[in-house]
């Protein structure tokens, strides 16, 4: 079984242990804290939202951290925030969409997690990003643009994920079970009896 990918599954309803933490990258709208969330349940485990670490360990919103210290500075921090996340206790953790195309922090999830590209095609991420301004890389311009051009210059690094799972119209359901079967593939072992399905 490869070490670095090892999930230990728990019995009936004594939490999943996993041995690294589980990273949901991928483009804003693919679904990384829905499907994050979702997992999480799924497989007894816990929830990080880095978005929100970073907002915390801030003391305001990303957009604010943008608009007051530049983009330069909010790539900082969230490699610092990934940074002692990853090394703390495992999680599943859904990442910034920036974050896995800093060299230092994709290295940081390599040795440290297994990485899940949630991969969307554009008419995807332009419907759910829609109407929500929260995301300035988005409100700098025409968001399906920006999107477009992401989509061209991150997609061949997103592509270094160690799971690729395609996410679109479905439900998020058969998404966060997309996901669970391949880290079966990659753990070697039965995810699918994980507590939430194992009950009674
Ligand atoms: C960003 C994605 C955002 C957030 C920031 C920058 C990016 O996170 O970290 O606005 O560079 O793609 P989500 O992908 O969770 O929206």
Same mark, same amino acid.
């Given at each position: 079984?490869?070490?670095?990918?090892?999930?230990?599954?728990?019995?009936?309803?004594?939490?999943?242990? &996993?041995?690294?933490?589980?990273? &949901?990258?991928?483009?804003?709208?693919?679904?990384k804290s829905?499907?994050g969330r +979702?997992?999480?349940?799924?497989?007894?485990?816990?929830f990080v939202d880095a978005d929100a670490e970073i907002e915390q360990a801030a003391?305001c919103s990303i957009?604010?951290?943008?608009?007051?210290?530049?983009?330069?500075?909010?790539?900082?921090?969230e490699?610092?925030v990934?940074? #002692?996340l &990853?090394?703390?206790?495992?999680?599943?953790l859904a990442a910034g969409?920036?974050?896995?195309?800093?060299?230092?922090?994709?290295?940081?999830? #390599?040795?440290?997690?297994?990485?899940?590209? &949630? +991969?969307?095609?554009?008419?995807?991420?332009?419907?759910?990003?829609?109407?929500?301004?929260h995301?300035?890389?988005?409100?700098?311009?025409?968001? #399906?643009?920006?999107?477009?051009?992401?989509?061209?210059? #991150?997609?061949?690094?997103?592509?270094?994920?160690?799971?690729?799972?395609?996410?679109?119209?479905?439900?998020?359901?058969?998404?966060?079970?997309?996901?669970?079967?391949?880290?079966?593939?990659?753990?070697?072992?039965?995810?699918?009896?994980?507590?939430?399905?194992?009950?009674?």
């Amino acid at each position: 079984m490869n070490e670095t990918a090892k999930i230990q599954q728990s019995q009936s309803t004594e939490p999943t242990t &996993l041995a690294k933490t589980i990273v &949901l990258v991928g483009l804003m709208g693919a679904g990384k804290s829905c499907i994050g969330r +979702r997992l999480a349940q799924r497989l007894n485990v816990s929830f990080v939202d880095a978005d929100a670490e970073i907002e915390q360990a801030a003391g305001c919103s990303i957009a604010e951290i943008f608009e007051k210290y530049g983009e330069a500075a909010f790539r900082d921090g969230e490699r610092r925030v990934m940074a #002692r996340l &990853l090394q703390g206790p495992p999680t599943i953790l859904a990442a910034g969409g920036g974050a896995f195309i800093d060299p230092e922090t994709r290295t940081l999830i #390599r040795d440290y997690g297994v990485s899940v590209w &949630l +991969r969307a095609d554009l008419d995807t991420l332009a419907a759910r990003t829609k109407g929500r301004n929260h995301r300035p890389l988005l409100n700098a311009g025409e968001p #399906r643009d920006i999107l477009a051009k992401l989509i061209e210059e #991150r997609y061949p690094v997103y592509a270094e994920a160690n799971i690729v799972v395609d996410t679109g119209a479905d439900n998020p359901n058969v998404t966060c079970a997309r996901v669970v079967e391949a880290l079966t593939h990659i753990a070697g072992t039965e995810i699918a009896s994980a507590p939430a399905e194992s009950a009674p």
